[in-house]
């Protein structure tokens, strides 16, 4: 069994991104290169508590997020595996 790792669900969230349209860049800046606001419908891996979630940034002129599953931090692989169904289920809809 593949042993699921950062950089693997950050591949998968990278995917994600392309697939709806949207940046890997969770901010955007301003001229003077401070963070201007969140890029609203981006989505971004959280870590904390020993485990990982889904967040979609939810304003533009913020920072607020969302976490898509509703369900906090898990460990990586039950992660992986609703972002894999979570993609499943978008294919589905748009074919």
Not at 15 to 36: C, F, M, P, Q, S
Not at 55 to 78: K, Y
Not at 80 to 90: C, D, L, P, W
Request: net charge positive; hydrophobic share 35%.
């Amino acid at each position: 069994m593949q042993r699921i790792t950062e950089k693997f669900l950050r591949a998968q969230v990278s995917t994600l991104n392309r697939v709806t349209g949207k940046t890997d860049e969770i901010y955007h800046y301003d001229a003077a290169g401070r963070v201007a606001g969140g890029n609203p419908g981006t989505f971004c891996l959280s870590g904390a508590y020993g485990g990982w979630a889904l967040h979609r940034m939810s304003s533009g002129g913020g920072t607020g997020v969302c976490d898509v599953f509703n369900s906090g931090h898990m460990p990586a692989r039950e992660l992986s595996n609703r972002i894999s169904a979570y993609m499943r289920g978008m294919e589905e809809v748009t074919t």
